[in-house]
């Protein structure tokens, strides 16, 4: 399966963002897929992921309350709905499917939990 992340951007601290995720080579009705970013100089960090069936999400701590996993799995695609954005979430975001349908928060945190990668995309917020 190949994904494909969008919707980065330039937004101001306070404004918001919405990431897409499109899958293609097959459907990703049975995989969970997350969220990660890393900024320049930093390691690849969790940010979110979600069930193959939507009913669980796992955020990190520092994007609770501010940003929205959601999926469309007939669509094949995952949305991140990023609110009141700060200077720190400047990152290139990158989502990857899981080869399982869900797991624990401390399994989803994990970057070798997932087994396919998207290219990314880059937000940048500015103070």
């Known amino acids: 399966v190949q994904l494909q992340a969008s919707g980065g951007g330039l937004a101001q601290a306070g404004g918001s963002l919405r990431l897409s995720c499109a899958a293609s080579g097959r459907t990703l009705s049975r995989n969970a897929i997350g969220w990660f970013r890393q900024a320049p100089g930093k390691e690849r960090e969790f940010v979110s992921v979600i069930s193959w069936s939507g009913d669980t999400t796992y955020y990190a701590d520092s994007v609770k309350g501010r940003f929205t996993i959601s999926r469309d799995n007939a669509k094949s695609t995952v949305n991140l709905q990023m609110d009141s954005l700060k200077p720190e979430d400047t990152a290139v975001y990158f989502c990857?499917?899981?080869?399982?349908?869900?797991?624990?928060?401390?399994?989803?945190?994990?970057?070798?939990?997932?087994?396919?990668w998207g290219q990314g995309t880059q937000v940048t917020v500015s103070s």
């Open positions: 990857t499917a899981a080869p399982r349908e869900s797991g624990s928060r401390f399994w989803a945190a994990r970057l070798d939990s997932y087994d396919y």
